[in-house]
Each structure stands twice: as structure tokens, then as C-alpha cells.
């Protein structure tokens, strides 16, 4: 394998690392991205679901070829067996305008969410890049970070066996949860237990459910400090997974062993229905890692723990920072500055944007990771949908007003976690 | 000498989340396969967390 450079090389083929590629190719800059897998895509570690407007803003339409199912709202179940649901059937005129402008129209029915084909996006959103003049590597792994005088110049990988050198002006790591390539630059990208959840899942085929909404299950002996979700995918068939947090799994009472017993305990959902995969994975609650650039170096994504910590949603929070991060690349490249402070641009740029909202859900995470099944009972005759869906936006102000009239026993509990 | 901790692999679902956590950053995925390098000090987080309980910590 003889050795390459290019002005960017992106470390993982994911969501983030397509967007970046695809924008900084765009800007006419020459991008390299490797892909330690032999398929881009597959296993996901995911259950994809998206809000249509984290597909709008990366400039990415809904196609049918990928989006598995249009979703319009959602239904939370309480301990209790109490349920409230999310009416989103309405899409906004600005959604519908953004969908049906230019020449490209949707082949399906416009919604508020979509739950995707994960392998057949992350294709897709490759191809785009490739379109733009990205070039892409597959089963190549990223090793190491090469150092000229102290400053990243590159990486060194292997490609079935073969080690050779990509030198860049700039890497990027987008290499996920199990992302490398970071530490060996020196940022600290390690998830803890107490801000990482232990993930599982099946598809499945057979199931009897309401396909058009999420459907999400809370309670302590369900899914300790976390939550269980059918993400439907088609009439009868749907993501199932769970997400515990990591500081609560332990053995006999890891995900899967939890998602088992949901399963059995509902026979009026799962009773004809069997997995056609099964999927497991860390997901990152943090909502961010310390800092994500350095000279010459830049993190997106799972990688950088750029994902929502209340529900773990992470695809559009991914794709947003692969395009902030091509932003503040192709600026630094064309002035040929690519240090620390001129790449901090991106991380500027996300910290006053989704940074203060990310800041404000870890705070909401850690209160809600305090309440008792009872507690959570009660929030069920108090808030609404609505509110549900303010609170995980991450405006929570109005919970004190509604917490002092309807629950004043929750009131310091939310004082502490939330002020 | 058999590397600790012992990677049952009928049970990875190879998602990588164990080398997510690792402290000691000595846990790599290449495909469907874990390696674990000299690094590790047996301290069992990944143990712990592995969604599918595919990692054992007393490895004979």
C-alpha cells in the first residue's frame, strides 16, 4: 500500500465523518476518509430513530430508499401502566416547504420523524460525499497519529495487513464510541460508567403495535435509570431495544437480560412476533467530551460523545457536528492555518448552539435519574405531552410552576438538579 | 498466559462498547473480533458493562 496525503483524513465513515467529507469535498478540498469496517454501516449500534429536522439541516431530504417509516408522535408508558402520548401528526409549514422545494421531490409521505435503514443511509450519505470528491477507504484501520515537531501530520493505518501513512493537514476523528484515534492524539475521549448507557436490541418481525408513533417505556424495574423503546419500522416490524446506565449493569441484570423480560412480560405486543437482528451498544450521556479540537485535530460525533443524554439520540447531533466541523475546516484550510485556535471555531460554534441545550438535558438527566417509580407515576398525571416534548428540548423552567402546584414533594429535588 | 479478561465470543455482539469505557485504552474492534493489548489492568469495567455479557473477569 504506497502512502497518501490529502488536505483531510476522516477516521470513520459514520453519519458525522459522511457530512464533514461530503461539505469540506464541496468546498473543492481534497478528503480522504477510512472506514476500519469491510461495510460501511452495519452492525448499527442504533435505533434510528431521527427528527426530520436533523435530516433538514445537514441538507439531507427523506428518501424512501432509507427511511424505513414516517413517524408522528410518541406514547410514553409509566410504571404504572399509565400512558400519554405525543400528537406530531401536524408537520410544520416549514418542514413541508424545505421538503418540497427543488427539483428533487420525496417519493414518501412527509412526517416529523423518520426511523431509518441505518445501513442503506450511511451508504447513501457516503456516496454523496464520494459525489462531492471525497475518496473512501473500507477496511482500513486508523492506528495512530503521526507527529512532525509535536503537531499531527496524519495517521498511520492498515489496510488487511498492509501499514502505510496518510499525512493531512488536518485529521478528523469520527470513529465513534470506540474511537481510537483521539486518544492517540491525547484528548481523553474515554466514556464512564456513570455517563454511558449499556444498550440492547432486536429487530423484529410479528410485533402487534401502533406503527406511526415511538412507543417508550420508564420505570426502575424496567430499565434502571433509563428506558425501554419500540421504534417501529414498518407495519409490524421494529426496533426493541433498551438502554440502562452503565453503573447499573451488572451480571443477571445487564440490557439484555432486562429487554428479555419485557419481552416475555408483554405477550399482547411480542406474542407472534421473532428478532431478525440483534444489535447491542454504549451510548454516551455526557453530553460532550472537555474540549474536541487541537492543532491540526478535530473530534464529531459519538467520538466527541455528541449525543442527546436524555433520549440517546445521536444521529442528527452527529451529522450537525460533521458540518459545523467542515465549516471551521475549510475556513482554517483557506488560510492555511489550521491550528488549535483557528479550528475552535467549530467547537465555538456547537457550545452556543446545541451545546447549551446539551448542557441544560444533562441536568434534566440527572433528576430524572433520581426519581422513584412513584415519582414518575405522578409525573404522568401532572405534565402532558406537550410538556414531554419542552422538557426534552431542554426548557424546563415551567416545571417548577407545575411541580409546586401539583407536586411540591418533587420541588427541592428539582431545585437541586435543574436551577 | 490467556489474556484477561476472556472474550466469550458466542456471546459478542462486537458493538464495540466495551472499548468505549476502557480506562486503559487497551481494547481494540477490528471487525467481529475484540483484541486486548498488555495494557490491561484487569480492573473489570468492561465486564461490568457489556451489554451482552459476553466478557468474563476471572479468565482461567
Known sequence: MQNKSCDVVIVGAGPAGSIAARDIAKAGFDVLVVERKQEIGPPKRCAEGINVRGLLNVGVKPDPRWAAKGIYGAVIYFPNGKSLKIDQRKVPDDVMDAIYSGEKKPALEPATGYVLERKIFEKHLAADAIRAGARYMVKTCALDVIKDGGKIAGITAEQMGEKFEIRSKIVVAADGVDSRIAKSAGINTTNKLSDYHSGFQYEMAGLNIDPDVLHIFFGNSLAPKGYVWIFPKGQDVANVGIGILGSMSEDGKRAKDYLDKFIESRPEVFKNASAIEMNAGGVPVSSSIETFVADNFMIIGDAAQLVNPIHGGGIAIAMNSGALCAKAAVEALKENDTSREKLYAYEKKWRETDGVKMKKLLKLRAFLEKLTDEDMNKAADIVSGEDITKLTDGNYRFLFKTLLTKAPSLLSLAKKFLS | ?60
Open chain 2, 1 to 60: 498466559m490467556v489474556k484477561i479478561p476472556k472474550i466469550n465470543k458466542d456471546r459478542c455482539c462486537y458493538c464495540g462498547g466495551c472499548v468505549g469505557v476502557c480506562p486503559q485504552n487497551a481494547m481494540d474492534l477490528r471487525e467481529t473480533e475484540i483484541r486486548i493489548s498488555e495494557n490491561c489492568t484487569r480492573c473489570g469495567v468492561c465486564v461490568k458493562f457489556c451489554p451482552a455479557g459476553a466478557l468474563e473477569k476471572d479468565a482461567k
